[in-house]
């Protein structure tokens, strides 16, 4: 019997899995409390980073790299500002640029070391550079969330086995034996329901006895005006106390700006935002004319319980599978993600 899969959410995650359980021969239905695509999503974003080297989670190394054939084959279909290959930069002190190289040895990847005074970057970006030395990996793309998720969303509709369920939100807590939930009262009954919100499932602790909490990343989108702009990389760490970051989008017309200490566990107020405005411009020496400062909720374990943590798994209470959020790297292993949980899903749905 063919196999009947309810998928809830419908960002990159969801939409992937979608396509990927229609491929092996199930018939779909996506829902999304919004529209599809659902342009206030994590998925619906300038610029996202694939980068193989993940030095603080070995769990995604292998994700990474199952994702990039994926990525090369999209950016090889479409245009430029699908994606491109770029570098992934971190400015570091000496041991840390040892332990990189050691790394990216180990993986056979390229990598250059440079002085931090003399990169381009620098006029592009304040750095500190006392001290610091520029680790410049040889292993980033930079895709162009919106356009490949728009993209993969037009893919649904051309395909016949698969019907959208758009501005219809689930109350996750009714999911059941993880294949029936319920929408108004009616109750709704499939081989196989998959979860991929992009939040908890329930306020239990998960598998890993963890709660994820929610956070509340500031981010500025930056629209640039500066032809120096297309010579921009991103970069993963700048050096500084702060810990900030920037990831422009392929064609450089937006940088998003931002630091990993922006982080919070409350929605921050207006005097937070300020702050992280002004701390991140002085960061720039690239020209702008428009900023628009962001707050994105989302779900994620403490940095140091993400180590060895699966991405996705059956749920303890509602018994589904799920993608319970637990790193703010998804976008760049959807396809690895998507293939997995599609393989598990179609080929153990009758065991
Ligand atoms: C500031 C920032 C920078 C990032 N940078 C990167 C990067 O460089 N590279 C990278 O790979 N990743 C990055 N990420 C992470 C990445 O963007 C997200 O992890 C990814 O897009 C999540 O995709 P998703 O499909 O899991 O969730 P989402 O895109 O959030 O989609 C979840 C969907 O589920 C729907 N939904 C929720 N609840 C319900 C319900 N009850 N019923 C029905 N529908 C529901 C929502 O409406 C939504 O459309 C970043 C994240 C942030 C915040």
């Not at 500031?218 to 010579?231: Q, S």
């Not at 050096?239 to 200490?261: I, N, T, Y």
């Not at 993608?323 to 690895?336: G, Q, R």
Request: hydrophobic share 40%.
């Amino acid at each position: 019997m063919r196999p009947n899969i309810a998928i809830i959410g419908g960002g990159i995650t969801g939409v992937m899995t979608a396509l990927a359980c229609a491929r092996k021969g199930a018939s779909v239905e996506l829902y999304d409390a919004a529209a599809i695509p659902n342009t206030a999503n994590l998925s619906w974003a300038h610029g996202r980073l694939w980068k193989h080297v993940h030095e603080n989670n070995a769990a995604l190394q292998p994700l990474a790299a199952h994702s990039l054939a994926f990525w090369r084959q999209l950016i090889d279909a479409g245009s430029e500002t699908v994606g491109c290959q770029t570098q992934s930069i971190r400015v570091v002190d000496d041991a840390d640029c040892r332990r990189l190289a050691q790394l990216y040895d180990a993986l056979a990847i390229g990598y250059d070391i440079q002085d931090p005074v003399l990169s381009t970057q620098s006029s592009l970006l304040r750095m500190p550079s006392a001290n610091r030395r520029l680790f410049v990996g040889h292993d980033a793309i930079l895709l162009n969330a919106q356009k490949v998720y728009a993209h993969l969303c037009q893919a649904l509709a051309n395909t016949g086995s698969i019907v959208l369920k758009p501005h219809t939100r689930v109350d996750l807590g009714t999911i059941r034996e993880g294949r029936h939930f319920s929408i108004n009262g009616e109750r709704k009954s499939y081989t196989a329901v998959i979860c991929t919100a992009s939040r908890p499932l329930t306020r239990h602790i998960d598998r890993s006895g963890i709660a994820p909490a929610p956070q509340y990343q500031v981010h500025l989108d930056v629209h640039l005006n500066d032809a120096r702009a297309c010579l921009l990389k991103p970069v993963l760490t700048m050096g500084d106390e702060q810990r900030s970051w920037c990831v422009p989008s392929p064609e450089r017309r937006m940088l998003k700006v931002s630091a990993s200490r922006f982080s919070y566990s409350m929605p921050p107020d207006s005097h937070d935002l300020q702050a992280c405005k002004r701390y991140l411009l002085d960061r720039l020496r690239v020209k702008y004319d428009q900023v628009d400062v962001v707050v994105s909720p989302y779900f994620e374990l403490p940095a140091q319980k993400r180590q060895g943590t699966a991405y996705w798994g059956r749920h303890d209470v509602t018994g589904c599978i799920a993608v319970e959020a637990c790193d703010a790297s998804i976008f760049k292993i959807a396809p690895a993600l998507s293939e997995q949980i599609s393989q598990h899903v179609i080929h153990g749905v009758n065991e």
